[in-house]
Nanobody, 125 residues
Framework: QLQLVESGGGLVQPGGSLTLSCTAS????????IGWFRQAPGKAREGVSCTSVFGNTNYTDSVKGRFIISRHNPRNTVYLLLKGLKPEDTALYFCAAGDGPPDSCSTTAQQYNYWGQGTRVTVSE
């Protein structure tokens, strides 16, 4: 069974940090483009970041300089480090795996085939 499981969410104060994990079972993440998405209450899903097979990365403008995506292939896991968190970062964060060129990625949701259930991040005093 092909599965993605996110973890690491929680409640954090503004300015704090969290590390989200996306771990695969049933397939190897190093063969796929991996994206992180989020959906805030009452808002549309938003692409946050992605990493290509070769490790090239992209970030949406609102998180550039604050979030870092990275792969750990031996653990079959992709991480998203969230720093300098703001209340507007509050959302359900999903990871997804899809096909794409080995040296580039995008957060166009349609290219992703496998999705996790999400982990919730709440940024509040």
């Amino acid at each position: 069974q092909l599965q993605l499981v996110e973890s690491g969410g929680g409640l954090v104060q503004p300015g704090g940090s969290l590390t989200l994990s996306c771990t695969a079972s049933g397939f190897k993440l190093d063969n796929y483009v991996i994206g992180w998405f989020r959906q805030a209450p009452g808002k549309a899903r938003e692409g946050v970041s992605c990493t290509s097979v070769f490790g090239n990365t992209n970030y949406t403008d609102s998180v550039k300089g604050r979030f870092i995506i990275s792969r750990h292939n031996p653990r079959n896991t992709v991480y998203l480090l969230l720093k300098g968190l703001k209340p507007e970062d509050t959302a359900l964060y999903f990871c997804a795996a899809g096909d794409g060129p080995p040296d580039s990625c995008s957060t166009t949701a349609q290219q992703y085939n496998y999705w996790g259930q999400g982990t919730r991040v709440t940024v509040s005093e």
